[in-house]
């Protein structure tokens, strides 16, 4: 079956960086989109960003743009977001997931996602 396993969250300090990995497993990762979305407490899931099946083309919500890059490595069946210039806002739960459809276009609706990680904890101090 589909796993997906982040890690690299952490505590960081306002400013500073942290990077996530996303292992993949049980599908041929190359054909999927893949994306990151967070949640903070007692707000919904949110999109960050989101990457095509090759890599060649990314897609961020504003509040990261500049400061986040989500990229991939097919090879490994890993995505990654680098997060710098972390803010206290940043703070959440940060997840994977991957859109089953396998499609050339890449979503930002989390309802378009159908395989998810189990998430990670950021958390940005100020």
């Known amino acids: 079956q589909v796993q997906l396993v982040e890690s690299g969250g952490g505590l960081a300090q306002a400013g500073g960086s942290l990077r996530l990995s996303c292992a993949a497993s049980?599908?041929?990762?190359?054909?999927?989109?893949m994306a990151w979305f967070r949640q903070a407490p007692g707000k919904e899931r949110e999109f960050v960003a989101a990457i095509n099946r090759r890599g060649g083309n990314t897609y961020y919500t504003d509040s990261v743009k500049g400061r986040f890059t989500i990229s991939r490595d097919n090879a490994k069946n890993t995505v990654y977001l680098q997060m710098n210039s972390l803010k206290p806002e940043d703070t959440a739960v940060y997840y994977c997931?991957?859109?089953?459809?396998?499609?050339?276009?890449?979503?930002?609706?989390?309802?378009?996602?159908?395989?998810w990680g189990q998430g990670t904890q950021v958390t940005v101090s100020s």
């Open positions: 997931a991957a859109d089953g459809t396998a499609g050339w276009v890449t979503p930002t609706r989390e309802d378009d996602y159908d395989y």
């Open positions: 049980g599908l041929t990762f190359s054909r999927y989109p």
